[in-house]
């Protein structure tokens, strides 16, 4: 079966960091773009980054630029997101994705097309204090 499982969520204040880690399982990913998206409470859920399957090419949303950084491990079938100086606005539910076409088509995934983007994780919390 296969399977995103998403972790390293949890609660932290204002101007920390987590790394949030992505472990696909059942078949090798290394040929997948991938990717994170999160849901805030109330919210609808937004693209946040994604990868490349050679891991040349990333996509942030604006919000993140310069704080977050999308990274892979083939070795270890696992996507990371790194995410420094946390705002109270990064609160959310954080989901990873997979895209089986590998590049990166940036649009796909700001729109969330799920014609592509056809695996998703079950979340995992990041709860940011002020």
């Known amino acids: 079966q296969v399977q995103l499982v998403e972790s390293g969520g949890e609660l932290v204040q204002t101007g920390g960091s987590l790394r949030l880690s992505c472990a696909a399982s059942g078949r090798p990913f290394g040929n997948y773009a991938m990717g994170w998206f999160r849901q805030a409470p109330g919210k609808e859920r937004e693209f946040v980054a994604a990868i490349s399957w050679s891991g040349e090419s990333t996509y942030y949303l604006d919000s993140v630029k310069g704080r977050f950084t999308i990274s892979r491990d083939y070795a270890k079938n696992t996507i990371y997101l790194q995410m420094n100086s946390l705002k109270v606005e990064d609160t959310a539910v954080y989901y990873c994705?997979?895209?089986?076409?590998?590049?990166?088509?940036?649009?796909?995934?700001?729109?969330?097309?799920?014609?592509?983007?056809?695996?998703w994780g079950q979340g995992t919390l990041v709860t940011v204090s002020s």
């Open positions: 994705a997979a895209d089986k076409r590998g590049a990166l088509f940036s649009s796909s995934w700001s729109a969330q097309d799920h014609r592509y983007l056809e695996l």
